[in-house]
T-cell receptor
Framework: AQSVTQPDIHITVSEGASLELRCNYS??????LFWYVQSPGQGLQLLLK??????LVQGIKGFEAEFKRSQSSFNLRKPSVHWSDAAEYFC?????????FGTGTSLTVIP | EADIYQTPRYLVIGTGKKITLECSQT?????MYWYQQDPGMELHLIHY???????EKGDLSSESTVSRIRTEHFPLTLESARPSHTSQYLC?????????????FGDGTRLSIL
């Protein structure tokens, strides 16, 4: 069965520090992978997506993600976190029939 | 920015009432979706539509119904609200075609049933 796992429920980082949010997927065919961010009281906003080509994809707000087929992972990274990055982050896979979302990682940024 | 709108943003209402959550998009997307979102949980798909007059139930059993009479409009209706329906409801849309098309989300409706 298709699934997405985000092992970290909550992460706290200091402003200016680097960030990596983990995502593992389970899907037999070529995955179409996405990262979304959700600020309080808002819907999900697309950060970036991967479907083919270069395994390192760039997104908005300085985020990037690396697809590693051998590890079934699609981790999200940012070199220097800003206070405004505090939010909930969701990884998702599109199988063609349906989107599957992870349970999300809540990011807290401390000054 | 995606142009998908949900109303109301917040609703507190008593048990037994009929509720309709509105969702409209101006992007001409064929595909539309309703998700239920609870804290610490993945988004659960409750209904989806691939075009006018096409509606399907998602993975999560729901007592709600949807309709798709126009491309841009995909309302969700609860005939008789119960406290178990308390949740956040997110509407999304996407283009047809390749699987690399992302979903665009509205800001959600937070529903509380007393």
């Amino acid at each position: 069965a298709q699934s997405v796992t985000q092992p970290d429920i909550h992460i706290t980082v200091s402003e200016g520090a680097s960030l990596e949010l983990r995502c593992n997927y389970s899907y037999g065919a070529t995955p179409y992978l996405f990262w979304y961010v959700q600020s309080p009281g808002q819907g999900l906003q697309l950060l970036l997506k991967y479907f083919s080509g270069d395994t390192l994809v760039q997104g908005i707000k300085g985020f990037e993600a690396e697809f590693k087929r051998s590890q079934s992972s699609f981790n999200l990274r940012k070199p220097s976190v800003h206070w405004s990055d505090a939010a909930e982050y969701f990884c998702a896979v599109n199988t063609g029939n349906q989107f599957y979302f992870g349970t999300g990682t809540s990011l807290t940024v401390i000054p | 920015e995606a142009d998908i709108y949900q109303t109301p943003r917040y609703l507190v209402i008593g048990t037994g009432k009929k509720i309709t959550l509105e969702c409209s998009q101006t992007m001409g997307h064929d595909k539309m979706y309703w998700y239920q979102q609870d804290p610490g949980m993945e988004l659960h798909l409750i209904h989806y539509s691939y075009g006018v007059n096409s509606t399907e139930k998602g993975d999560l059993s729901s007592e709600s119904t949807v309709s798709r009479i126009r491309t841009e409009h995909f309302p969700l209706t609860l005939e008789s609200a119960r406290p178990s329906h308390t949740s956040q409801y997110l509407c999304a849309s996407s283009e047809s075609g390749s699987h690399n098309q992302p979903q665009h989300f509205g800001d959600g409706t937070r529903l509380s049933i007393l």
